[in-house]
């Protein structure tokens, strides 16, 4: 089992940035690669960015690419996603989750590929 909690959610005006974490207890962390999804009211699970199990890998979401940053620190046993020129279709509810390491690749969008997530965390962005 791995246990993950997020946090640093909140209100934000539009161009605005935050950075959001996630803490990992449980099973070695390094065991899992991580990923950050996002969902807003009405609207499928959507992925964001994901991290390799080392760091040494990310994959983004074309809405992030440019704006977000995954990374982790394994001797904190967290992942961060930090997140910059905020827009208000950025509004959502942040999760992050963790899949095996054995499994990286085409897989990393498909949020039943992971197989532990966090309860999440709200972020508004006001227009």
């Known amino acids: 089992q791995v246990q993950l909690v997020e946090s640093g959610g909140g209100l934000v005006q539009a161009g605005g940035s935050l950075r959001l974490s996630c803490a990992a207890s449980?099973?070695?962390?390094?065991?899992?690669?991580m990923g950050w999804f996002r969902q807003a009211p009405g609207k499928e699970r959507e992925f964001v960015a994901a991290?390799?199990?080392?760091?040494?890998?990310?994959e983004y979401a074309d809405s992030a690419k440019g704006r977000f940053t995954i990374s982790r620190d394994n001797a904190k046993n967290t992942v961060y996603l930090q997140m910059n020129s905020l827009k208000p279709e950025d509004t959502a509810v942040y999760y992050c989750?963790?899949?095996?390491?054995?499994?990286?690749?085409?897989?990393?969008?498909?949020?039943?590929?992971?197989?532990?997530w966090g309860q999440g965390t709200q972020v508004t962005v006001s227009s």
């Open positions: 989750a963790a899949k095996d390491r054995t499994d990286w690749g085409s897989s990393l969008p498909d949020w039943t590929r992971y197989d532990y």
């Open positions: 449980g099973r070695t962390f390094i065991r899992y690669h």
């Open positions: 991290i390799s199990w080392s760091g040494s890998r990310t």
